[in-house]
């Protein structure tokens, strides 16, 4: 059964430095990863999405992400957080030709702090 | 398109009452999914939808919870009875059918409260 690990339930960042958010899978088969994100209140928005080629994938609000086969890791980075990054962020994985449903993880919140 | 589009976004009901939640997807999208998100468990999915035909309910909770999707443009979720613990945010979200590899887009969710 495929599954989804977010180890940190919380990540404190000052602003203006380096993120990471951390996420690793388990699948049989080839994954399909993806990032959201969730502001309060909202619906969660998507952020960015690898399939595969370049293992380093951009995305929305100057997020990236790589993806690390070796590791089946897939963790979220950016240069200089903002405060406005402050919000709770999953990790998702779907693989293709099988039940093609979407599995989560159980989400990191991330805080920058000014 | 106006995006997934959920419908009450707030529901406070009695123990015991019966519950509908209703979802209209993305025009042209042939997945549905049914999500439900607590502090406890994160975002579980309940069940899924291809081309309308359930695939997936092995994350329903129990015999009380129910999905359907009549057509293309339409879901709903009921439970019942419904209980003070099925107290959530449900999702709703669709995604296209041409492979595994395009993301789902989620509704502005629903949230129960069962008092």
């Known amino acids: 059964a495929q599954s989804v690990a977010q180890p940190e339930d919380q990540v404190n960042v000052a602003e203006g430095n380096p993120l990471t958010v951390k996420c690793t899978y388990s699948v049989s088969g080839n994954p399909y990863l993806f990032w959201y994100v969730q502001y309060p209140n909202r619906g969660l928005q998507f952020l960015l999405k690898?399939?595969?080629?370049?293992?380093l994938v951009k995305g929305s609000y100057g997020f990236e992400a790589e993806f690390n086969k070796s590791q089946t890791s897939f963790h979220l980075k950016k240069p200089s957080a903002l405060v406005s990054d402050s919000a709770l962020y999953f990790c998702a994985v779907r693989v293709y030709n099988r039940d093609d449903k979407i599995i989560f993880g159980k989400g990191t919140r991330l805080h920058i702090l000014p | 398109d106006a995006g997934v589009i959920q419908s009450p976004r707030h529901e406070v009901t009695e123990m015991g009452q019966e519950v509908t939640l209703r979802c209209k997807p993305i025009s042209g999208h042939d997945y549905l999914f049914w999500y439900r998100q607590t502090m406890m468990r994160g975002l579980e999915l309940l069940i899924y939808f291809n081309n309308n035909v359930p695939i997936d309910d092995s994350g329903m909770p129990e015999d009380r919870f129910s999905a359907k999707m009549p057509n293309a443009s339409f879901s709903t979720l009921k439970i019942q009875p419904s209980e003070p613990r099925d107290s959530a945010v449900y999702f709703c979200?669709?995604?296209?059918?041409?492979?595994?590899?395009?993301?789902?887009?989620f509704g502005q969710g629903t949230r129960l409260t069962v008092v």
């Open positions: 690898y399939i595969t080629g370049d293992n």
């Open positions: 979200a669709s995604s296209e059918g041409s492979g595994a590899a395009t993301e789902a887009f």
